[in-house]
């Protein structure tokens, strides 16, 4: 078996990997595919050198068929076909105890702290495993992993039908977070400065703008009456989008703030207490909101086909990290693991 392997220096080789046979509470996946996200490009530049062990197999977004169970799995079969939730939480820090093992105090998020998906063959803890659709081709849903991102930041946001939404940041993510946000009946409103992306939003039946053209804050402030947004979920994890959050929300609106800042930035904490407006972070997902991002997947209810640019093969995932941090004509791309209908 191949897989795609983290050694350092803004490098990733593919080379030969032994498959590792499931033992008891664990299962055997054959991967389809992988999806690579703005975390692999954090691995790719050392910034998580304090948690990868080198070398390391890359990848937390997936999808596959399960080639092997070891004792004491239940409810799976061999054959089936899954996607993986890519926590691996303690079960017993203060967290976990309070119910929120996604958000565990020693979390191993899968890809990361442990191996991830960009192999051929991938044992992983059976608790982590969600049945797949039959119908729901592997390709889309290699894409789960971030609807549900999408999903638990749009609930976390307790986005309503009519109110006024606006997403800072049109990448993967922050596209997803404004199509689950339009599910729910919102008016959507995107922050985004590549052209490409801006075109494509727009396509997808969303209004998306370049801030740099005109007065953001202003325009939103005039479409909403003089009110402001409902809510702004801030995707793009720039000073920029950090720093004009605050301006675009009405009286008690609502900030999300989905994206990770390396560096903290500049944040205007009087705007926050004039306008008593609420602050919440939001990280990865819960398991109802896995379920959801299932769900949504193979509803069809979102363009999902239409995000994915280009798919590489394994042995090039480093030409896929490359494209996707170029930016330009790029949403999302998929690494083939082995689904031979590529």
Known sequence: MKAAFYVGNATVRSGPQTAIEPTS????????????????????????????????VLGHE??????????????????????????????NCPACRAGHSHICQNLKFMGIDTPGAMQSYWTVPAHTLHHLPTALPF?????????????????????????????????????????????????????????????????????????????FPAYVTEQTEGAGADVAFE???????????????????????????????KVDLFRIFWRELRLCGTRVYEHQDFEAGIRMAASGALPLDRLISQ????????????????GGAVMKVLINCGEEAA
Do not use: W
Request: net charge neutral; glycine share 12%; with cysteine.
């Open 25 to 56: 509470g664990k299962a055997q996946i054959k991967v389809a595919y992988s999806g690579i996200c703005g975390t692999d490009l954090h691995i790719l530049h050392g910034k998580m050198d304090h948690r990868v062990h080198l070398p390391q």
């Open 62 to 91: 997936m999808s596959g068929t399960i080639s092997a169970l070891g004792p004491g799995v239940d409810g799976f079969s061999v054959g089936d076909a899954v996607t993986v939730m890519p926590l691996d939480p303690c079960n």
């Open 139 to 215: 390709r889309i849903a290699a894409l789960v992993e971030p609807v549900s991102v999408a999903c638990h930041s749009v609930r976390l946001g307790a986005v309503t039908e009519g109110e006024y939404v606006v997403v800072l940041g049109g990448g993967p993510i922050g596209t997803l977070v404004a199509l689950v946000a339009k599910s729910k009946g919102a008016k959507v409103l995107v922050s985004e400065i590549n052209p490409y992306r801006l075109q494509l939003l727009k396509g997808l039946g969303l209004e998306a703008m370049d801030p740099r053209q005109k007065d």
């Open 235 to 265: 995707v793009s994890g720039s000073a920029a989008g950090a720093e004009s959050m605050t301006k675009l929300l009405r009286t008690r609106g609502r900030i999300v703030v989905v994206a990770m800042f390396v560096d903290p930035p």
């Open 311 to 326: 798919t590489y093969p394994l042995e090039q995932v480093q030409s896929g990290l490359q494209q996707v941090e170029g």
